[in-house]
């Protein structure tokens, strides 16, 4: 029989279904006239699962009859509890909830986790104002088996073989949990894949071509989702808008703000109103519609046909813009990041690509303040890595930077699978 | 490292001695609820110390953020002593030293308290 169970227990069966058998078999092996399974609920009461009868019937669970005060020791004590009215020598002496039910002999025993629980520590010594504790295992269930018949006794029970049961039981219980956080895990890697692939979808599918200038972008991806976007936006006149963000954050709720930023921008930003006025309208916007702590940075700017670029930089890491000279400028932040303060107001800078200019470059990392710290920490090597030391420096200091030679940096990058930090758009001369 | 905040009273100004690091998650959290219980305990002058704060995330100067509205919410004001150069450029990046008073110490954020009190009286 208990190889039935087992068998119950490794064929995957709903477990009520494997809960139900075991009761039958508990009901079978103590010649009980039911047997009932409850819940310990994390409250810390009980509620009857599974209930069933002598004949395999189950029975309606607002009906069967417990005797809570024998439940209540077993809560407390951990432990089998045996009433029977026939025998001095029973556990305890016949309760009066179990007189009350008619009941002559009840069994109550704890279903216990095979593991012990850290969260799940029992008070042991109590030491100067200390408490040395241990962990023990996380209550399940309470199986419970009565007799109405006088001549019934659960005194020469087999303990052992109930206690085998209750294993099973603790057995069916912790795998159903198992499956249940795995198939929650899946659905929630399914639901992040789709993220990713939102988020992939809604990057430029083409970029513009200019007489002069070439303008890419890409991102390279740390994680499945994050909160980096970039957008470029045709407007009038052959000039376009170059956007650049990175929220604050990580996972599927900086991805869900990204996503909202990148839409907002591409709104506000196809209006061609003055650029400051676009950044103060987004600002404005995620500050209503974002907690407190969430915001971004960002770097928006615009790119005429005649090179002059305007830009705003929110509390975004500076673009580098590499001049004919070999020389490598910066446009830092003067501004606050957006979605911070409403009140908050923005300026706008102007730098000037020249047709000979051979490189412009505005990367993400993890935001600015995150990245600044990495040398602050020496923990991560990301942005200061690439932007302000070697890498970045490097390749855009480097004697024939052209948009092509973003693959290797691409690559050299996904290689080194450097710390969160990733869209990156460059506009640069055509070779 | 997980953040440890050890609080002081003194002459009615809390100082908030912060160590570890400030990053999205359990510490951002922390650091969060813990100015909240200040604000809700009717603190009013809070100095965060934050010399020994080695690493701060963008969730943790949202949290820093989140932290100076709701201390504006209740009336109360949040100063920052001992920041170290990165920090400082963390703040300098995102404008929030125009924000955020700060201080070379304790003692000067401390007595920087004391000077408004008695401009007040």
Redo the contacts between chains.
């Keep these: 029989m208990l190889l039935d169970e087992g068998l119950a227990t490794s064929t995957g069966l709903a477990i009520e279904d494997g809960l139900t058998a075991i009761v039958d078999a508990a009901v079978d092996l103590t010649r009980a006239q039911y047997g009932v399974l409850l819940l310990v609920k994390s409250s810390g009461g009980l509620e009857v699962t599974v209930a069933r009868d002598a004949q395999r019937v189950s029975l309606p669970l607002d009906q069967v009859h417990v005797s809570y005060s024998v439940l209540e020791l077993v809560m407390c004590s951990r432990r089998d509890v045996i009433v029977d009215e026939t025998r001095a020598e029973s556990s305890i002496s016949r309760e009066a909830s179990a007189a009350r039910l008619g009941l002559h002999s009840a069994v109550a025993i704890p279903v216990k986790s095979r593991a012990r629980s850290s969260a799940d520590k029992l008070p042991l010594i109590k030491v100067l104002g200390m408490t040395i504790t241990e962990r023990r295992r996380e209550l399940l269930r309470v199986l419970y088996l009565a007799n109405r018949m006088p001549s019934s006794s659960f005194l020469s029970l087999d303990h052992k073989v109930l206690r085998i049961l209750t294993r099973e039981a603790a057995l069916v219980i912790e795998n159903a949990r198992l499956f249940a956080t795995a198939r929650e895990k899946a659905r929630l890697d399914h639901e992040v894949e789709i993220t990713s692939q939102i988020q992939r979808q809604l990057q430029p599918a083409r970029f513009p071509q200019l007489p002069e200038l070439e303008v890419t972008g890409f991102t390279v991806e740390c994680h499945a989702v994050g909160g980096d976007c970039f957008d470029v936006i045709e407007l009038s006149g052959g000039r376009h808008g170059l956007f650049v963000g990175d929220i604050a954050g990580k996972g599927i709720p900086a991805s869900l703000l990204a996503t909202l930023l990148q839409g907002v921008i591409g709104i506000i930003g196809a209006l061609d109103l003055p650029l400051e006025e676009v950044i103060s309208r987004v600002n404005l916007y995620l500050c209503e519609r974002s907690a407190g702590d969430r915001y971004a940075t960002l770097f928006y700017a615009v790119l005429d046909s005649a090179g002059r670029f305007d830009y705003v930089n929110a509390g975004h890491v500076p673009a580098l813009i590499r001049r004919c000279s070999g020389g490598v400028e910066t446009l830092e932040s003067s501004n606050f990041p957006v979605g911070m303060f409403s009140h908050a107001q923005y300026t706008r800078e102007t730098a000037e690509i020249e047709p000979a200019t051979p490189l412009l470059c505005i990367p993400t990392a993890s935001p600015k303040p995150e990245t600044a710290a990495a040398n602050f920490s020496r923990r991560r090597g990301d942005f200061n890595t690439f932007c302000r030391g070697s890498m970045a420096r490097r390749w855009i200091a480097s004697s024939r930077p052209s948009v092509l030679e973003c693959g290797p940096l691409r690559k050299t990058r996904r290689n080194r699978m450097t710390s969160p930090f990733s869209p990156c758009t460059i506009v640069g001369t055509r070779q | 490292m997980p953040l440890r905040m050890t609080e002081e009273e003194l002459d009615s100004i809390t100082a908030v001695a912060m160590k570890g ?1 400030i990053v ?1 998650g359990e510490e ?1 959290n922390a650091f ?1 609820e813990k100015i909240e219980g200040l604000l809700v305990a009717g603190k009013k002058r809070i100095v965060l110390n934050v010399a020994n704060v ?10 820093l ?2 932290s100076y ?2 201390a504006r919410s209740h009336g109360a004001t949040l100063k920052l002593a001992n920041l ?4 400082r ?2 703040l300098q ?4 030293l125009t ?1 955020f008073d700060t201080y070379d110490s304790e003692a000067a954020a401390i007595q920087s308290f004391a000077k408004s009190r008695r401009a007040q009286a």
């Design positions: 690091q999205l951002s969060r080695t690493y701060i995330d963008a969730t943790g100067v949202g949290s953020v989140a509205h709701s170290g150069s990165k920090f450029e963390i990046m995102t404008r929030l924000v």
